[in-house]
């Protein structure tokens, strides 16, 4: 059966909080604790922003972020630590549910569900960081993911800061490219039909929530900044770690059309 790629996302990350939100989240290690979850997410959300923080002269104290595809909140809870306001959106409403009722207890958190395309239950120029880790890789289509850039250019205050990772090329033992429009049809069109996944997820003896709910595209450098380069974000830059991380600022005085 061939369906909707949107709904099949939503149907498996649904899937996926049902059976352990705390490991489809953060597929490290099964059987998590709930504290040990949480400090991973700090220990994370330290690394990630602790040097990137300092060398863009940023102090988030007084400030509002916003954490894309947040999933229990694993990130966002340190985040809420570190900013006055922390709020997080996932286009998984069981996911939300989950982490209002693992964090309620924090009064600067805020979780939302958003329509998996773009951001707009935010007004321009609302929040002054924008994060994104282990999200953007599982979209399946170049249009969606160019509309969640785009949209983070809008939402962020000039000068904001944004941080976010996307999957990058594939590549066979580490050495061999693969061209990005084979692994991209695997991951977008081919894992739509669900008796092959089947197959797959027998074959590869994978998990068949994952195989479905982690499918993605893969961007080159050069892709991500030609994505870039029509919007007000500077002081770009591009590292390979674990996928592109890209990380920046937007630029003072300007909102995206």
């Not at 009722?101 to 958190?109: A, K």
Request: aromatic share 12%; with cysteine.
């Amino acid at each position: 059966m061939n369906r909707d790629s949107d709904s099949v996302k939503q149907e498996m990350w649904s899937e996926a909080a049902r059976r352990d939100a705390f490991y489809y989240s953060a597929d490290s290690r099964r059987n998590w604790e709930e504290e040990d979850f949480f400090l991973s997410g700090a220990s994370d959300a330290e690394n990630f922003t602790t040097d990137f923080f300092e060398e863009m002269n940023f102090n988030p104290r007084g400030k509002k972020m916003l954490d894309i595809g947040c999933g229990l909140g694993r990130m966002t809870r340190a985040f809420a630590s570190m900013f006055d306001e922390a709020y997080g959106v996932d286009f998984s409403e069981e996911m939300i549910e989950k982490a209002r009722d693992l964090n309620m207890h924090i009064h600067n958190l805020t979780f939302l569900v958003n329509n998996g395309r773009d951001l707009t239950i935010y007004e321009d120029n609302t929040f002054d960081f924008c994060f994104s880790y282990f999200v953007f890789q599982h979209i399946t289509s170049m249009q969606i993911l160019a509309s969640y850039i785009r949209e983070i250019a809008r939402v962020l205050k000039p000068g904001g800061l944004f941080k976010f990772q996307v999957r990058a090329r594939y590549s066979f033992a580490g050495r061999i490219r693969i061209p990005r429009f084979i692994g991209n049809f695997v991951h977008t069109k081919l894992l739509r039909y669900d008796l092959l996944i089947g197959l797959l997820a027998l074959l590869l003896r994978r998990d068949m929530v994952k195989v479905k709910a982690y499918s993605g595209i893969s961007l080159s450098r050069q892709q991500l900044e030609e994505l870039l380069s029509a919007l007000p974000l500077a002081a770009i830059q591009i590292t390979e770690n674990g996928g592109l991380w890209c990380s920046g600022r937007k630029a003072v005085g300007e909102t995206p059309v």
